[in-house]
């Protein structure tokens, strides 16, 4: 006897399941996309690699103390978008937000100012903000980062962080790049500045938006980043940090420009550029494509000697930048640049007992081999097979049944044209080996 009749009661229709589907600011990358973000990788591994920089794989969760202490508490970053909770131990963990800081904390952690100096490091992963989400703007996104600690402050760094950062966007043929350069100069010439500022502000605070009013008292660098229309006119008349860098930093500014021109690459000098992150000093940039609306920055970066003291380090410089990856991939898609996803080299379409077993060993020769092999696992009619070859790109078809299997002939059939040609085993290979171009780079 069930229950509900026990208690009298009409047993309830059965809940439809949950559709479940992925949460706000957070997506699948499906094997349409992967291609391309492979691609961009590997690209990644080897641009960075003639540099001389190698990789860090980081944790995803990190103490939330060194976010905390490294970006800033009043960022939008730390204050807002932080995806934090308690740990069983009760501390409070977070999952990055960025990378720079884990960076500098592995660097004090394995005592990485014993290695011989600079140390060069390069990074890619998932990162997490709760930002509002729009085209180009996720909750998980995509990064892949470069810093460059320890050794001197030479301006030959920045302007070779940056020509590695442009190198790989030439290389991916990334279309329609602008790079923005400035200098927020050094803690003691950038608090002068800032004094300077915040007095300008005070005087047309009741002109500006409630944000930037706020900025006024909390940080008044980050009212030059504001965009409301509004507000530009005020802006424009503001005074600039290029007049108010101490001789220091406006030489080191000077020679970043000269050795960016040393090395061909093309900048825009922005005096607006203060970036949302407080660990900054000096140099700072960032690299803008088309393609994005208004979520067009793809690369920010900037030096930030003093953040490895700030954590507990020796007295270290660093320099470094992010990419957006996801920005990257869609700036790809939209100037079309990106690889069409890879098809079948070889799709075999066999019938018969005999066939099969001749299949399987074909299969793992050619796949040996390094060619993109496509078995089914269940007999299908030729007509059948050769159409689900042609949807999956295949550019040709091995044609095994009985006969062919008893003669040692097997049919080779070209999708483009649908000619065909008889080989032996031996002489396919040879065949395949010279005719099919995405095969021969593999192998
Ligand atoms: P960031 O400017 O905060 O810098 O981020 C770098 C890049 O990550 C941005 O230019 C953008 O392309 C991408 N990005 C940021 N937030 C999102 C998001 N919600 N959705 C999609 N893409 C996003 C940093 O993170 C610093 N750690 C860079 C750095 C390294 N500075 C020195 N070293």
């Known amino acids: 006897m069930s229950d509900s009749s026990a208690t009298g009661q009409q047993s309830k229709p059965a809940a439809k399941p949950r559709k479940f589907q992925a949460i706000k600011g957070v997506r699948d990358l499906l094997p349409a996309e992967t291609p391309l973000w492979n691609h961009v990788e590997e690209t990644a591994h080897a641009v960075f690699g003639t ?4 990789e860090i794989r980081l944790p995803i969760l990190e103490p939330t103390e060194l976010f905390a202490r490294s970006i800033g508490l009043d960022t939008d970053v730390v204050s807002k978008e932080m995806y934090t909770f308690e740990d069983r131990d009760e501390s409070m963990i977070s999952l990055r937000p960025e990378a720079t800081a884990s960076v500098c904390r592995a660097y004090i952690e394995h005592h990485m100012q014993q290695l011989p100096q600079p140390v060069k490091l390069y990074y890619m992963g998932p990162m997490f903000r709760r930002e509002r989400p729009q085209k180009g703007r996720y909750r998980q996104f995509h990064q892949i980062g470069a810093e460059v600690l320890g050794g001197n402050d030479s301006p030959g760094i920045d302007a070779e962080v940056i020509e590695m950062v442009m190198t790989f966007f030439d290389e991916l043929e990334l279309q329609g790049l602008e790079l923005d350069i400035n200098s927020i100069g050094c803690r003691e010439c950038r608090a002068k500045y800032v004094e300077v500022l915040r007095s300008e502000l005070q005087k047309v605070k009741d002109k500006l938006g409630a944000d930037s009013q ?17 507000e530009q006119e005020i802006i424009a008349r503001l005074p600039h940090m290029a007049a108010h860098l101490c001789a220091d930093c406006a030489e080191h500014f000077a020679e970043v420009k000269r050795q960016l021109e040393l090395r061909g690459v093309i900048y825009r000098e922005n005096w607006r550029l203060v970036r949302g992150l407080d660990y900054y000093m000096r140099t700072t940039f960032e690299i803008t494509a088309q393609g994005l609306g208004s979520q067009n920055a793809v690369c920010g970066g900037g030096r930030y000697d003093g953040l490895v003291e700030l954590l507990g380090g020796p007295p270290t410089k660093g ?14 898609q939209e100037s079309s640049k990106a690889p069409p996803p890879p098809g079948r080299d070889i799709y075999i379409a ?21 060619y993109r092999v496509e078995l089914p696992a269940t007999e299908q009619k030729f007509g059948k097979a050769l159409s689900q070859a042609d949807k999956l790109g295949s550019r040709y078809a091995l044609i095994l049944g009985d006969d062919e299997v008893s003669s040692g002939e097997w049919t080779l059939k070209t999708l483009a044209d649908g000619s065909q040609k008889k080989y032996s085993e031996s002489e396919l290979l040879e065949y395949l080996r010279e005719t099919s171009p995405a095969a021969q780079q593999r192998t």
């Open 319 to 332: 320099i470094g930048f992010a990419i957006g990856e996801d920005r990257l991939i869609l700036s790809l």
């Open 350 to 370: 066999w019938m018969g007992d005999k066939a099969f077993a001749t299949a399987i060993r074909a299969a793992k020769d050619l796949r040996g081999a390094g």
């Open 51 to 54: 540099f001389g920089f190698s």
């Open 214 to 230: 706020r900025r006024i008292d909390t940080n008044p660098l980050r009212v030059l980043d504001s965009k409301l229309p509004g």
